[in-house]
């Protein structure tokens, strides 16, 4: 009953992987049948460059996941370990927003080619969690700006507070 726990992670990736994977085809069998079989009239070299970035926006990130949720095991072929939990966030859920906004686009595309703007959420994002990262390293006190009567008097008084010596009280018997 070793490792039951590993075991049963290596099923739990190898099932949601295939999953991706179903979606992944069914998306790239749907766009390419309806645009280029039933939409022909409108299929430009513009749909064949959108076709290949899906396809890596695609291949990126399953490549990442895969490799994340391989199995280890030991030079005697034993399970150590499952491979890495898909359920977290983290690096783990940007990947598979990747995916999933990639299969909207793709998708959506085929009512309307402004649906391609919806890739400007990916570095949208990445910029907001950028700015806040960024903002963490800024000093937040301006040395030049003045400061306003209440929050000088609270500093002040933070200022005293934190200087008085602090005793421990303790019990003699």
């Not at 999953?19 to 766009?31: H, T, W």
């Not at 783990?92 to 927003?97: E, K, P, Q, T």
């Not at 301006?142 to 005293?160: A, I, L, Q």
Request: aromatic share 12%; proline share 2%.
């Amino acid at each position: 009953m070793a490792n039951q726990g590993a075991k049963k992670r290596k099923e739990e990736n190898a099932r949601h992987m295939s999953n991706i994977l179903r979606l992944i085809i069914g998306c790239n069998v749907a766009y390419i049948l309806l645009r280029m079989i039933f939409y022909h009239s409108s299929f430009t070299w513009k749909h064949w460059v959108g076709l290949i970035l899906t396809s890596l926006a695609y291949a990126m990130p399953y490549k990442q996941l895969a490799s994340m949720a391989k199995p280890a095991y030991t030079n005697d072929g034993e399970l150590i370990d499952g491979g890495f939990d898909m359920s977290t966030g983290g690096v783990c859920g940007y990947l598979h927003d990747l995916i999933y906004i990639t299969c909207f686009v793709q998708i959506a595309s085929l009512i309307s080619d402004k649906f391609w703007y919806t890739y400007l959420v990916i570095p949208g994002f990445a910029a907001y969690k950028a700015s806040g990262f960024i903002k963490g390293f800024m000093s937040n006190d301006s040395e030049g700006g003045e400061e306003d009567e209440k929050t000088r008097k609270k500093r002040e008084k933070m200022e005293r507070k934190a200087s008085r010596p602090k005793f421990a009280k303790t019990r003699t018997r």
